[in-house]
């Protein structure tokens, strides 16, 4: 499964090292399958706690969802608290918004910590592309402030929506002034970095083919060596393919576009307080303003071109109806890559085979959840805390279909899911 495109994070990330890929057969505490930022994380906390890991990678880290993403950071999970409250109580709900809340500090704490320039810039603003969906935005500022003790969030009318987004196709949105967006792949850059120095091994370029028990140990096979340990961690997420089938029928990789344009002078009115910017459209739109003034535009939509021309009209079409004076502009990067979603956009974390956890399905919400998720994941193994089991007790049901019929089921209901959009 290949990413398309050369993205404006690889032509701005500065130095990217290399790591060798495996070499032989191993042996180790852990073996972590994925080098995005589940399993990076994992491995910088369990080498830090002594743990000894190996880590592999199909690829360079970061060629998926982690180094080529929106990098918007959110607020608690992929639902609104309100909607998880309905379904799981409110004792859960609040447990997993703190959660939610501790992972984005730790993101940051852990960037600064770590010396890792991840050029953040504060502020989100979610926006109602549809007037019937006011109502609820304007009470979710009030129930996150009254229910959940978080005041940054604030709801704009929608004069202040179009001044804050330099668009009047909004009718209202929300301000969260409590997070902001980053560069995801120099955070997955200084990640790597971060678990060499504090002594795992990682490997790029060593694709898994198969991953057994035997002699109550994991072994994990690969086309240049074997990897045999006590426990394992598979964080490939949208990129598992058929390695292991639990997973496969839980986590469904769906294409996911960004186009970078050139960029739009300091008079441009596009987003003049730089926040990040999502939609409710369900195949939503997010947007945000890059350092150097361009626009970062994104939709969730499974395009049937792969090359990078192809993509960049896509993306201008869809630039061109929020902002109808870009419709001529000059999209100078345009990439794609896969994000792992599960059907009730709940994160996936479960042992999937004894010894073996899988974790991934962040449905777009992961640039802190799956690094905290990697974080919670070594916690588990040293036995300091079982905070993923908060995650790990989340109902997640597999995807209809099994292994034929599920991905044309998804591309028939994201076309309906499109077309409810537009209407």
Avoid at 335 to 345: A, S
Avoid at 349 to 374: C, D, K, Q, W
Wanted: with cysteine; charged share 25%; aromatic share 8%.
């Amino acid at each position: 499964m290949i990413s398309p495109g050369h993205s404006w994070y690889e032509a701005t990330a500065g130095k990217r090292p290399q790591y060798p890929a495996l070499d032989g057969d191993t042996r180790c505490d852990v073996v972590i399958v994925g080098g995005g930022f589940t399993g990076l994380s994992a491995a910088v906390h369990l080498a830090k706690a002594g743990v000894d890991a190996v880590l592999i990678d199909a690829n360079r880290f970061g060629d998926g969802a982690s180094g080529r993403n929106g990098g918007q950071m959110g607020t608690g999970q992929r639902a609104w608290p309100e909607e998880l409250e309905a379904e799981l109580g409110f004792e859960r709900s609040r447990a997993l918004f703190d959660l939610a809340e501790e992972a984005k500090a730790h993101l940051l704490e852990f960037a600064e910590t770590n010396k890792i320039e991840i050029d953040y810039q504060a502020g989100q603003i979610s926006a109602a592309h549809k007037q019937r969906y006011v109502r609820d935005y304007r009470a979710h500022a009030d129930i996150m402030a009254e229910r959940y003790g978080y005041p940054h969030i604030r709801f704009m009318e929608r004069d202040e929506t179009a001044a804050a987004l330099g668009t009047d196709r909004y009718f209202g949105a929300v301000r969260d002034t409590g997070t902001g967006h980053i560069h995801p792949l120099k955070l997955v850059i200084g990640t790597a970095k971060a678990a060499k120095k504090a002594g795992a091994r990682i490997h790029e370029m060593t694709p898994a083919v198969a991953i057994r028990r035997a002699s109550g140990k994991i072994v994990v096979e690969t086309a240049t060596g074997s990897i045999t340990a006590d426990r394992a961690l598979l964080a490939t997420n949208a990129y598992g393919g058929g390695l292991e089938p639990v997973s496969a029928a839980h986590i469904m990789p769906i294409g996911s576009f960004i186009g970078a344009t050139a960029p739009l002078g300091k008079d441009s009115p596009v987003i003049p307080g730089g926040e990040a910017v999502d939609d409710s459209r369900f195949v939503v739109r997010y947007f945000r303003k890059s350092k150097d003034g361009r626009l970062l535009f994104g939709g969730r939509e499974i395009y049937a071109v792969t090359d990078p021309k192809g993509m960049a009209d896509q993306i201008r079409r869809q630039i061109a109806e929020v902002y109808p004076g870009l419709s001529d502009v000059e999209i100078t990067h345009a990439w794609g890559g896969y994000v792992g979603i599960t059907l009730p956009r709940k994160p996936f974390v479960r042992e999937v085979m004894p010894g073996v956890i899988s974790a991934g399905g962040y449905s777009g919400h992961g640039v802190m959840l799956s690094n905290f998720t990697g974080k919670l994941f070594a916690e588990s193994v040293t036995g300091n805390r079982d905070r993923l089991k908060l995650l790990r007790e989340l109902k997640v049901p597999a995807f209809p279909g099994g292994s034929w019929l599920r991905q044309p089921l998804l591309f028939l209901a994201l076309n309906w899911y499109a077309l409810r959009d537009r209407i």
